[in-house]
């Protein structure tokens, strides 16, 4: 079965770090770029970072600097370290799996997605 899981969501108070990890199944992570997003309450959900097979990364501008994606490659997995978090960072955070080897920007031109796991980050 194609499936993302999202883990590591949680609250934290600002200036702390986060770790969310997203286990994919083989299918959809072998030869597949991947990403993450977010969606905060009534706005959009926006891209956050993305990693292509051939680990190319991407970071929104906002997060720049701040957040890490990695992809574990034993694990089937895509990690986000979030350091140095702001309330403004508070979101549900979703992984996501393109089909196709390049990295992602937009929304559609990912193909699976996960559940999404929340991120509330106090001042």
């Known amino acids: 079965q194609d499936q993302l899981v999202e883990s590591g969501g949680g609250l934290v108070q600002a200036g702390d770090s986060l770790r969310l990890s997203c286990k994919a199944s083989a299918r959809i992570f072998y030869g597949n770029g991947m990403g993450w997003f977010r969606q905060a309450p009534g706005k959009e959900r926006e891209f956050v970072a993305t990693?292509?097979?051939?680990?190319?990364?991407v970071y929104g501008e906002s997060v720049k600097d701040r957040f890490l994606i990695s992809r574990d490659r034993a694990q089937n997995s895509v990690n986000l370290q979030m350091n140095r978090l702001k309330p403004e960072d508070t979101a549900v955070y979703y992984c996501a799996a393109r089909q196709g080897a390049g990295p992602g920007t937009v929304l559609n031109e990912y193909e699976y997605w996960g559940q999404g796991t929340q991120v509330t980050v106090s001042s």
């Open positions: 990693i292509s097979w051939r680990n190319i990364i």
